[in-house]
Nanobody, 125 residues
Framework: VQLQASGGGLVQAGDSLRLSCAASGGTFSSYVMAWFRQAPGKEREFVAAINRTGVRRNYGDSVKGRFTISRDNAKNTVYLQMNVLKPEDTAYYYC???????????????????WGQGTLVTVSS
């Protein structure tokens, strides 16, 4: 499975941004999809996950109420809508996929087998 993330950029605090991640080479609808992020000098952090059908979503505490994950299985794409961005949201954002349904609940890095290249989101104050 190949994952290609896009949509990052430089925004101001309070702005919105939507990330996309296009998948190829696998059966997209069979994967749990997720977003992680990593700021300089910090560990990779779970942001959001979505189950295979798109019905259920799971969020990290720091983004609840501001970010929304969604997927379009017909387009093999997962999205991350980010609203009310804060400077502390600045990081590289990575999409990831897992064939293990438990990855929706146990959202650690090692549960996810495939990773995109990362897209940089910078939020200025």
């Amino acid at each position: 499975v190949q994952l290609q993330a896009s949509g990052g950029g430089l925004v101001q605090a309070g702005d919105s941004l939507r990330l996309s991640c296009a998948a190829s080479g696998g059966t997209f609808s069979s994967y749990v999809m997720a977003w992680f992020r990593q700021a300089p000098g910090k560990e990779r952090e779970f942001v959001a996950a979505i189950n295979r059908t798109g019905v259920r979503r799971n969020y990290g505490d720091s983004v609840k109420g501001r970010f929304t994950i969604s997927r379009d299985n017909a387009k093999n794409t997962v999205y991350l809508q980010m609203n009310v961005l804060k400077p502390e949201d600045t990081a590289y954002y990575y999409c990831a996929s897992s064939s293990d349904v438990r990855a929706f609940y146990f959202t650690t890095v090692n549960r996810y087998s495939y990773w995109g290249q990362g897209t940089l989101v910078t939020v200025s104050s």
